[in-house]
């Protein structure tokens, strides 16, 4: 019998004799080279798609943890499956490869359109999870079977293993740090489709037929590799326009600019007669009424302060509160502090920004720092009379923390005398408990609370808390010259709460419980 006939095993132990012809080893290393890239692929594919449904479902720990639990325990099914391979395992091992580069391939352009277009959007997540999962499970079985016709047992458990963990390390960095940032996640799961492609191609060659049938099938599965290569690469030549397809049915309308940042998908779109930025998903604000939110987030806490000469902004990259700051004469300096440097970008470069915003990031009063609000205000040494607190709402933990009592206990420390604090506090019509969460927050941390909402069209009510060490009367100063939305009446009716969204007790959200996030999930969860 060949080497090649698995039918029979050259030892008692069902493996082969450990002593092999020098000459084979490179080809033992070339396919212990392969284990490394379908490593890196595999582990590509399971950040793909959870990165996805944390993209449109929110929530990225719960997103992740469950994603990459299903890829996992399918990984498993897999391996055990691999157990009924009898024959033609070559064979096999390239179809799997093929198989694998179109599902993990198309995962991200697929999900993102399934999102748009379907109700069925974690039904297909989940299915699509399990397929990559088992197909990715199969290969280093397989893998292993044909390898150990080369090399001695505890040779190929080493090699083999070292190459695959070494391939998980390799595409955890290549994601985080290149792929993402370079490509974006539809860009992304294409490049993986076509290694995962070339590795079957280049198996048709390496991997020796073991019959003429099998020969002859290699050479079809060569047209095949050949076919999964052309479409792939299609699909990566006309990634933009897929991801353009989907993104115009999520948001509503044409996108006129997309990029991903290392920390999130930017998007415009045109929204009727204006225009809106989406943040992963989440829509930031609308042309047509962001005026109602930015002029009630800001004016009521510079009213509130007898001289806002020094202020900070967290969050608010768009510059649009930013704007609204300038409007105020007193204002010697504005800091604004934005984790994502290509928000803050965009607010500085992008035409129809730069007209809404005013240009607010040019002006020589503004400093912007790209750093973790919380990291800058802990280590801060100055103080400032006024602090708006303008970050996303608290949908998973890497934001919840900026709603934190940790985080308002440092706040505390960065306030002149008689300063205030500003906080967007999410809807307290849609999400009430989670609105009062962030007033109990600040309690906890020391303040005084005056809570109020406006009404934007594009949200619903939404929330503020206007906070200061010591309790104060409703502001009723407003900048020179008009508003758009605020005069001195509706300023003073915006700390009337309607009995539907009077106080509930609500647990402060704490780093260690995170208690706002829960609440928040739990309530939009009603209205989606």
Not at 25 to 54: C, D, F, K, N
Not at 227 to 249: H, I, P, Y
Request: overall charge negative.
């Amino acid at each position: 019998m060949t080497d090649g006939d698995d039918s029979t095993d050259p030892s008692p132990t069902g493996w082969p004799d450990p002593a092999k012809p020098a000459e084979r080893r490179p080809h033992a290393t070339l396919l212990l080279s392969m284990v490394l890239v379908i490593a890196t692929a595999g582990l590509v594919y399971e950040l793909v798609m959870a990165a996805v449904a944390s993209y449109v479902l929110g929530d990225s720990v719960t997103q992740f943890s469950t994603v990459i639990g299903v890829y996992l325990s399918a990984m498993g099914l897999g391996a055990w499956l691999s157990r009924f391979a009898e024959r033609r395992l070559s064979l096999l091992f390239v179809d799997v490869e093929l198989a694998t580069a179109l599902i993990g391939g198309l995962c991200a352009p697929g999900l993102f359109l399934a999102f748009s277009y379907t109700n069925a959007f974690r039904l297909i997540l989940y299915a699509t999870v399990v397929a990559v999962g088992v197909l990715v499970g199969l290969e280093l079985p397989l893998l292993m079977r044909i390898l150990r016709r080369e090399l001695e047992f505890k040779e190929l458990i080493a090699r083999a293993l070292s190459f695959d963990y070494a391939g998980a390390l390799v595409g955890s960095l290549a994601f985080s740090l290149f792929l993402v940032p370079r490509l974006g996640l539809v860009h992304t799961s294409l490049v993986s489709g076509l290694l995962n492609a070339a590795v079957g191609l280049v198996s048709t060659y390496v991997l020796a037929p073991e019959t003429a049938d099998e020969r002859r099938a290699m050479a079809g599965a060569r047209l095949r590799a050949v076919f999964v290569l052309v479409v792939l690469g299609l699909a990566l030549f006309e990634g933009k326009r897929l991801t353009s397809l989907a993104e115009a049915q999520s948001f509503g309308g044409p996108v006129v600019f997309a990029e991903s940042s290392p920390y999130q998908r930017i998007v415009l779109s045109e929204r009727g007669a204006g225009f809106a930025l989406h943040l992963n998903g989440n829509l930031q604000f609308s042309s047509r009424d962001e005026h109602r939110y930015h002029e009630a987030l800001v004016h009521p806490v510079m009213g509130a302060v007898a001289l806002p000469r020094r202020v900070l902004i967290g969050g608010g990259g768009d510059g649009l509160a930013v704007r609204e700051v300038l409007r105020w004469p007193e204002v010697e300096q504005v800091v604004l502090v934005d984790l994502d440097g290509a928000v803050t970008d965009l607010a500085r470069t992008h035409p129809r920004l730069v007209a809404l915003n005013r240009a607010s990031l040019a002006d020589p009063k503004v400093q912007v720092v790209n750093a973790d609000a919380m990291s800058f205000i802990a280590e801060s040494r100055e103080l400032f009379d006024v602090v708006i607190l303008d970050f996303p709402d608290p949908s998973n933990f890497s934001v919840g923390k900026l709603y934190s009592a940790e985080l308002y206990r440092k706040v505390r420390a960065r306030l002149a005398p008689g300063g205030r604090v500003a906080v967007q506090s999410t809807s307290p019509l849609l999400a009430r408990r989670s609105f009062w969460c962030v007033v109990s927050t600040l309690r906890s941390a020391g303040f005084s609370v005056l809570p109020y909402r406006v009404f934007v069209p594009s949200f619903a009510d939404w929330g503020f808390a206007l906070a200061g060490l010591d309790p104060a009367d409703r502001p009723t100063r407003l900048p020179p010259g008009p508003l758009e939305y605020l005069d001195p009446i509706t300023l003073e009716h915006l700390f009337d709460l309607p009995q539907d969204v009077g106080e509930l007790t609500a647990e402060p959200n704490r780093l260690n419980n995170q208690a706002l996030v829960s609440y928040y999930l739990k309530e939009w969860s009603r209205w989606e």
